[in-house]
């Protein structure tokens, strides 16, 4: 019989159609309690502590607070409500005090050190490799959480923990109230003129489901991005770009939405603790578990990847304002006006526009194609089945080996709502982890935030769009396919974080590719595939502005990490160091106006804070990775029509990176698959940059 709390039932799938918020508090409630008493009885158990007796009951009763905290966090990012929101923040102080308080109990951290000992000494005791990778990373977390600081400083740290969570949680409500905030509705359609159909006729629809005459806009992704790259009203375009960059700042539309205190407050926090745990600044603190060994080493790497693009992105600079003063006698490129003229130049150049690709891109063809390629080279099946789910829109899957043994299982939201956060993402619902009964399958949930169907229309993607869900498809990929037992280094867990963005961008390489596309493409209207010579534009196109693009990447990263090193608040503010980065990388000049830092969501509101760079510093492994499965790729392949798809390549892939999960370095599975370690030269060809100093 199931628990009458739906939260507190771990037999099977979330039971999303039975929670409502009233489930939250006195389940986590009880979890928490029911951790710690687990915890107190293994402290207080006078058996020597083994892996068994010890950290397997201690996983336990985490997994279960973890796996229900996991769920309200999903719903709370997806189906975001009043009341959701505030049954989530009002536990969220409980959640992240029990986590603190369990990284600094020093009698637990000496339990394991026993287990570490105990192992060293006797052969019979001796840990599985996974088991010892889990146990290291377990003594490090004890370090790095305080377990060795003084009582007086224990407190201090977990208090700024609570703080910080709070103020997290904080920042993302604000960046989600101040987009859902904004409308703009237009009543003249020559107000519209460039603007695609299908983004008119959403924006129609939208407007009439209010009860509203004209055409309602907001800053929600599928709506405003069509503004800035179609609409000819340069007006139109500098209204909405000023509502966008403004969210969350002193200059938007609610100062109960301005984050900047909520910046400020957070990077004291982050300065503080890791200055109590013996770091010089938060930067040296979030290198400790990544492959760069320090925050010098990040900025020579994004210094050395920056001079290698620049000259790049200065070329695609000149060439637009140039296109822009020649075509459309604009002496000035404002921010607003970027996409819409590299449009334009795109068009003009490769006589194509992403309109014209996007209408090749149906979501049931799109899937069918990403199915193929990951059913071609991993050996799998990917199936659709029924579960409950937050909405109507989210759809479930199961993966499956060849001989039909159940691998792992998926959840797919893809669409925009307003009671949804921004961005796409993928988080785990449940991790792999081997038990009495068997092994316990991991599920993970895949979110994107695409234009939903308009009509009787089904929903199409733009190129980009495509590539994101590629991108995240790789991510949960390497939650699905792992075969690692133990639950901390099972799936992501345990990979280091500037790793953990090598499969997802690893998937992206396969959009690129003719034997891929002619297969997941279909004209909306006539049915045709996607025709060579499109295709073969699209690729002329590949690279186009790639510098520029490059360079923003470096930004962010340059920003996040110097914010996070030796920054000093007190004589400098976050937007003078931005402007400082903009000034040594950026090719773009940025509008006065701009408040990129107050919807930093990736480092202000998740977990890249100082870590941001992992996306560039991934890129390299992703495109050697990738290099693999081209100089595989044989003539029979492309005779088979498989293309880069080579099973074999796949299969090794699989197993030494996907599999492993976290149970071993990034840079050994890399190795181990490889065969040698990453270069740099995959990933300056894939964005057409020739090696030079």
Not at 187 to 211: F, I, N, Q, V, Y
Request: charge should be negative; charged fraction near 25%; glycine fraction near 6%.
């Amino acid at each position: 019989m199931s628990p009458s709390n739906p939260l507190l039932d771990f037999t099977g799938l979330p039971r999303f159609a039975a929670i409502t918020s009233t489930h939250i508090q006195p389940a986590i409630e009880m979890l928490i309690a029911e951790a710690d008493a687990t915890a107190e009885r293994l402290i207080t158990d006078e058996r020597t502590p083994t892996w068994q007796n010890f950290a397997t009951p201690l996983d336990d009763a985490h997994e279960r607070l973890a796996r229900a905290w996991g769920i309200v966090s999903h719903l709370n990012g997806v189906a975001n409500s009043a009341a959701l929101r505030e049954a989530y923040n009002s536990m969220l102080p409980a959640v992240t005090q029990y986590w603190t308080g369990v990284s600094q109990n020093l009698a637990l951290y000496n339990k394991y050190k026993m287990i570490h000992q105990y192992a060293l000494q006797t052969v019979a005791s001796q840990l599985t490799s996974t088991q010892q990778q889990a146990l290291e990373n377990e003594l490090r977390d004890f370090r790095l959480g305080g377990a060795e600081l003084s009582d007086e400083k224990k407190m201090r740290y977990q208090a700024w923990q609570e703080e910080l969570s709070t103020l997290m949680s904080t920042f993302n409500d604000n960046v989600l109230d101040a987009t859902n905030a904004f409308a703009y509705v237009v009543t003249d359609e020559a107000e519209l003129a460039g603007l695609p159909d299908d983004a008119k006729a959403a924006a129609l629809e939208t407007a009439h489901k209010e009860g509203l005459k004209g055409w309602k806009f907001t800053l929600h992704a599928p709506s405003y991005s069509p503004i800035m790259q179609y609409a000819d009203s340069q007006q139109l375009r500098e209204k909405l770009y000023r509502a966008y960059v403004t969210r969350g700042s002193e200059l938007g539309a609610d100062p109960k939405w301005d984050n900047s205190s909520v910046i400020t407050r957070i990077l004291w926090l982050r300065a503080e603790s890791a200055r109590l745990l013996g770091f010089a600044n938060f930067a040296e603190l979030s290198v400790a578990t990544k492959m760069a060994d320090t925050p010098a080493e990040v900025i020579d790497f994004l210094s050395t990847m920056a001079a290698r693009a620049k000259p790049f992105a200065v070329s695609d600079w000149a060439e637009l304002t140039a296109f822009a003063k020649h075509e459309f006698k604009m002496e000035v490129v404002n921010a607003w006006d970027v996409a819409y003229l590299s449009e334009k130049l795109r068009e003009q150049r490769y006589a194509f526009s992403d309109l014209e690709v996007k209408k090749y891109f149906p979501e049931s063809q799109v899937l069918a194609g990403l199915f193929r390629v990951v059913e071609t080279i991993y050996g799998v099946k990917m199936t659709e089945a029924s579960a409950d789910s937050w909405h109507a829109d989210a759809r479930f899957f199961d993966v499956r080996n060849q001989d039909g043994s159940l691998v792992g299982q998926f959840y797919l939201d893809l669409f925009a709502r307003d009671a949804k956060r921004g961005g796409a993402w993928m988080d785990d619902a449940i991790n792999r982890r081997r038990l009495v009964g068997g092994i316990q399958h991991p599920v993970a949930f895949l979110t994107c935030n695409f234009s939903p169907p308009v009509g009787e229309k089904p929903a199409v993607f733009t190129h980009d769009e495509v590539i994101t869900l590629f991108h995240e498809f790789g991510h949960g990929l390497h939650q699905l396919l792992t075969e690692v037992d133990e639950l901390g280094v099972s799936g992501i867990s345990g990979v280091e974080w500037d790793a953990v963005e090598l499969p997802s961008q690893f998937m992206e390489n396969f959009c690129w590719e003719w034997a891929v596309l002619k297969h997941m493409t279909r004209h909306v209207d006539t049915g045709e595939p996607l025709p060579r010579a499109l295709f073969d534009k699209m690729i002329a196109a590949k690279n186009f502005q790639a510098g520029m693009g490059f360079m923003r990447q470096i930004e962010f990263a340059l920003f996040d990490m110097r914010l996070h090193g030796d920054f000093d608040l007190a004589s400098s503010s976050p937007l003078q160091l931005l402007d400082a980065v903009r000034r040594e990388v950026a090719v773009i000049p940025a509008a006065p106006f701009n408040r990129m830092p107050h919807t930093f969501g990736h480092i202000f509101g998740g977990g890249y804070a100082a870590g941001y760079y992992s996306y560039k510093w991934a890129e390299v492994l992703s495109a050697d990775a990738y290099a693999a499965f081209e100089e595989s790729t044989s003539a029979a392949d492309i005779v088979a029509d498989v293309g880069v798809l080579n099973a074999t390549t796949g299969a090794r892939f699989r197993r030494e990176v996907l599999a492993r999960g976290g149970s071993r370095p990034a840079l050994e599975s890399f190795i181990a698959f490889r065969g040698r370690k990453p270069e740099i030269d995959a990933l300056l060809r894939h964005n057409g940059m020739k090696l030079a100093a």
